[in-house]
């Protein structure tokens, strides 16, 4: 059995003690920093670009999973590699040329992820799985953080473990969005591999216990 992953989402730490929010989970049981890119025309929200990326990068100790939610994200791989990105996922529904952009990601010597809109099936993605490194399934509507967990999610993370045995493909399976302590065990046992976990963090009273917490749980789902 694999040991899932848990990635803690920087947009939800208080941006005015950030060093702080960062070295708080350096030193905590977490994998990776859930990094998200927003532009106002992919998702009604900006966020932040490569220079803060650039920052982040100089204190974090852990790799950065980068998730951009932008258009036109072609334009902006090398320099968001440039930035520090370890990870960098793209959004299915944002590149018409999606092989191309995956092999773009890679060959700029970053692992390549692809994300799905809620609304997304994960089927669109059987001729692409082995291609990818890992395979964000949003479980809710992209651009702002805190919102509730849409759980036809557990039965998208099934389809798409079986699709990933099936092909034999590498693909790890993140989910992104309402991930907490109250469905995190569901999410394993169908089969997630990283849970990308941002208020439930932040916000909570002991973040690293809560990440200590999110580690802990044990998948029943076996491959």
Known sequence: M??????????????TRL????????????????LDVMDGRFVPNITFGMFIIEAINRLARKPLDVH?????PEKYIESFRAAGADIITVHYEACP???????????????????????????????????I??????????????????????????????????TNSGALIEIDGGVGLQNAESLLQAGADVLVAGSSVFKAKDPKATIAD????????EY
């Open 2 to 15: 694999k040991k899932h992953l848990v990635a803690p989402s920087v947009l939800a730490a208080d941006f």
């Open 19 to 34: 060093p702080e929010e960062l070295e708080m989970v350096n030193q905590s049981e977490a994998d990776w920093f859930h």
């Open 68 to 72: 951009l939610m932008i258009v036109e």
């Open 97 to 131: 040329h999606l092989h191309r952009t995956v092999h773009q990601i890679r060959e700029a010597g970053a692992k390549a992820g692809v994300a799905l809109n809620p609304h997304t099936p994960v089927q669109l993605l059987e001729d692409l799985i082995e291609d």
């Open 133 to 166: 490194d890992l395979v964000c399934v949003m479980a809710v509507n992209p651009g702002f953080g805190g919102q509730k967990f849409i759980y036809q999610t557990l039965a998208k993370v099934r389809q798409l473990r079986e699709m990933i045995t099936t």
């Open 214 to 221: 999110l580690k802990a749980f044990k998948a029943v789902f």
